[in-house]
């Protein structure tokens, strides 16, 4: 399939917050290929941990960066989706 790369402009607190929900997600994939139990939960906070804290710290400014810039938010929301989406997407070679 033919690609272009795009240069977009992102809402950058939103993003940091999807950034966080993807290693996350990520992480307790992994850590759940063999059963998710209590014993995976300190491996998965070490690992992400700092990620979330930057991802809430940020929290309260993602409505004004909604009211500020529309578009960009939704871009940033539409690329944060499709980074959730790609954790459960089997990978092409």
């Known amino acids: 399939m033919p690609k272009v790369k795009l240069e977009v402009e992102a809402s950058k607190e939103l993003l940091e917050v999807g950034d966080a929900l993807v290693s996350l997600i990520k992480s307790i994939k992994e850590h759940s290929k063999d059963g998710f139990n209590a014993s995976d939960i300190p ?18 400014i993602i409505p004004e960066e909604y009211k500020q810039d529309h578009k960009a938010f939704a871009v940033t929301a539409g690329i944060v989706a499709a980074r959730v989406a790609g954790v459960f997407l089997p990978e092409h070679g």
């Not at 491996?43 to 700092?50: C, D, R």
């Open 43 to 60: 491996a998965v906070i070490t690992e992400n941990l700092q990620k979330v804290m930057n991802g809430v710290a940020g929290m309260e």
